[in-house]
């Protein structure tokens, strides 16, 4: 991925901000990045609506629309296969890939998540961060794997619990470091390279 900007493709689900911050990124020649198309899993999201306003392509693919998921995973993954990705990023993208994706993307995906793993995965880890009681939480970047936000942690960021935090308050604190994590972790694995080995991922090749 060194030399040339590297290609990448963003899933996601909703808002979209972590979206925004690659994209306001990779403005910057120098970040070695550029967003090359986006997909979603719904339509009518903010985070679709900030592709098309940076010019990026956009692709949805709704389960719903086909026979299995498998099915469903497959279209995905033809998608994302036509823009020639060298890394895929899933930025809020709230359903779990399967084997068709990641035989094929595996090892080159990258999904962040709101809390620090291995503590709280899935759907909820902001709400089951604040339910437990704990004083410190943050955000996951990890290379996707067959698991729920299990695979190889590329990189973790903190943040403290206030006494008064709701699930909305403290999820939107974690974005705040989670898009900062994101754009210098994607930036580096694009410049830099990244290896996987076991369960540790180190930049550079
Ligand atoms: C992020 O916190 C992500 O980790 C979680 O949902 C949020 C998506 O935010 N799964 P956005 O759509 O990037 O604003």
Same mark, same amino acid.
């Given at each position: 991925?060194?030399?040339?900007?590297?290609?990448?493709?963003?899933?996601?689900?909703?808002?979209?901000?972590?979206?925004?911050?690659?994209?306001?990124?990779?403005?910057?020649?120098?970040?070695?990045?550029?967003?090359?198309?986006?997909?979603?899993?719904?339509?009518?999201?903010?985070?679709?609506?900030?592709?098309?306003?940076?010019?990026?392509?956009?692709?949805?693919?709704?389960?719903?629309?086909? #026979?299995?998921?498998?099915?469903?995973?497959?279209?995905?993954? @033809? $998608? =994302?296969?036509?823009? *020639?990705? &060298?890394? %895929?990023?899933?930025?809020?993208?709230?359903?779990?890939?399967?084997?068709?994706?990641?035989?094929?993307?595996?090892?080159?995906?990258?999904?962040?998540?709101?809390?620090?793993?291995?503590?709280?995965?899935?759907?909820?880890?902001?709400?089951?961060?604040?339910?437990?009681?704990?004083?410190?939480?943050?955000?996951?970047?990890?290379?996707?794997? #067959?698991?729920?936000?299990?695979?190889?942690?590329?990189?973790? @960021? $903190? =943040?403290?619990?206030? *006494?008064? &935090?709701? %699930?909305?308050?403290?999820?939107?604190?974690?974005?705040?470091?989670?898009?900062?994590?994101?754009?210098?972790?994607?930036?580096?694995?694009?410049?830099?390279?990244?290896?996987?080995?076991?369960?540790?991922?180190?930049?550079?090749?």
């Amino acid at each position: 991925m060194c030399g040339v900007s590297a290609r990448v493709v963003v899933l996601v689900s909703g808002a979209g901000t972590n979206l925004q911050a690659l994209l306001d990124a990779c403005a910057d020649p120098s970040y070695g990045a550029t967003v090359v198309g986006v997909g979603a899993d719904r339509d009518g999201i903010e985070g679709l609506a900030r592709a098309e306003r940076a010019g990026v392509p956009t692709f949805v693919h709704r389960v719903g629309h086909y #026979a299995s998921r498998a099915e469903w995973d497959k279209a995905l993954t @033809a $998608s =994302v296969g036509s823009y *020639e990705p &060298d890394l %895929v990023v899933l930025a809020g993208f709230m359903k779990l890939t399967g084997e068709a994706f990641l035989a094929a993307f595996g090892g080159q995906t990258v999904n962040t998540h709101p809390a620090l793993s291995p503590s709280f995965p899935g759907m909820h880890g902001p709400r089951e961060a604040l339910e437990y009681g704990v004083k410190v939480t943050g955000c996951t970047l990890f290379v996707v794997d #067959a698991g729920v936000d299990s695979g190889p942690i590329v990189a973790q @960021a $903190s =943040v403290l619990v206030a *006494e008064d &935090d709701t %699930v909305d308050s403290l999820h939107e604190r974690i974005k705040i470091v989670e898009r900062a994590m994101l754009v210098d972790s994607v930036g580096r694995m694009a410049r830099e390279g990244f290896t996987v080995s076991g369960r540790k991922v180190r930049f550079g090749s």
